[in-house]
């Protein structure tokens, strides 16, 4: 039997890790510069959502199962970033439960 070589990183492989590593850094290091008692655990850094707070059912059903909103990707139950939804795409919203939008010209 043949031995599989191990992928090597690429620097773009790096780039990204390093950039993740740095983000859940800068908001764990934002969250300890507050007060304990103010201290939430979840929040948003650079417009990118994160929740450090210990997971629960309740999260991960909003995160992967919400029906109470028509978004597809929505903030993370753990972790920093973004989910997908899949309830909207197993069951689209009709047309008269979609929200409206304003129309610009």
Request: avoid cysteine.
């Amino acid at each position: 039997m043949a031995k599989r070589k191990k992928k090597q990183p690429t620097p773009g492989d790096v780039m990204m890790i390093i950039g993740i590593v740095t983000l859940m850094g800068l908001a764990i290091r934002e969250q300890w510069q507050m007060p304990p008692e103010e201290r939430t655990w979840h929040g948003t850094l650079y417009g990118i959502p994160y929740d450090f707070r210990r997971p629960t059912i309740e999260r991960f059903r909003e995160a992967f199962w919400n029906k109470d909103t028509a978004r597809v990707l929505v903030p993370q139950a753990f972790g920093m970033g973004w989910s997908i939804n899949f309830y909207p795409l197993i069951n689209p919203p009709t047309a008269e439960h979609l929200p409206e939008t304003p129309v610009t010209k």
